[in-house]
């Protein structure tokens, strides 16, 4: 995935990091329960990284399962983010992705500055199968409408078909990365890299570096 910077010549778009909007959907449905450890491991890692970059991070956190669509942080100041810990992250239940992710978005758009990069992750190793207020059809419109504003989709997935499964919901094929659960806090190091390069790029590129995942299926 790489990007031709228009970059202005002035200095490389590389020393100056841009105000960022991160959106995570992270999935808490039972089947994360294998790798519960490293996922909070590997997101306690990732918010370490963002609060060390100078510009500002602002992060909307939705923790999803069956039970519960929780959006944890709304638009928060990353040194306002807590770690993850055993008894905040816990997995059960079913995959209601599509509300997930529609829930999400609709708050998100009201509170995304206008200066920010805008970034949404979607972390998840399963399917949809238990959504109830949204369509797939509807999830794909929103989400092709969000990039026209400007927003980048990721959908990092696990055990299922991730490829398909990014397509019906409308992200980019070169967003659509396959993990394997046993080393998910790898995968956030490798979300960390693209996201301090997403963040560095001009504005005029579109897209977000693909993480380099070497463990990708």
């Not at 990007?3 to 992270?26: A, F, K």
């Not at 963002?50 to 500002?56: D, G, N, V, Y």
């Not at 923790?63 to 519960?68: A, G």
């Not at 109830?132 to 990092?156: C, P, S, V």
Request: proline share 5%.
């Amino acid at each position: 995935m790489q990007e031709q910077s228009n970059e202005p010549s002035n200095g490389p778009s590389e020393s100056r990091p841009q105000p960022l909007y991160v959106t995570l959907i992270l999935d808490e449905t039972g089947s994360m329960q294998e790798c519960k450890g490293a996922a909070i491991a590997g997101f306690n890692q990732y918010v370490a990284t963002l609060r060390q970059e100078p510009a500002e991070t602002l992060v909307t956190l939705t923790l999803f399962n069956s039970r519960k669509t929780e959006v944890r942080y709304q638009a928060t100041p990353v040194a306002r983010v807590h770690e993850l810990d055993v008894e905040t992250y816990r997995p059960r239940d079913t995959t209601p992705l599509y509300d997930a992710i529609g829930r999400t978005l609709t708050a998100a758009r009201l509170q995304v500055p206008a200066e920010s990069r805008r970034l949404c992750v979607i972390l998840t190793d399963g399917e949809e199968n238990a959504s109830r207020n949204y369509t797939r059809a509807q999830i794909f419109d929103m989400i092709k409408a969000y990039e026209d504003e400007g927003w980048t989709f990721i959908y990092l997935g696990a055990d299922h078909d991730v490829w398909a499964a990014g397509e019906e919901l409308g992200v980019a094929e070169h967003n659509r990365i396959t993990f394997l659960k046993e080393n998910v806090d790898h995968t956030f190091e490798c979300l960390s890299q693209a996201t301090a390069q997403y963040r560095r790029r001009d504005k005029s590129a579109n897209g977000a570096s693909e993480p380099d995942d070497s463990r990708r299926q």
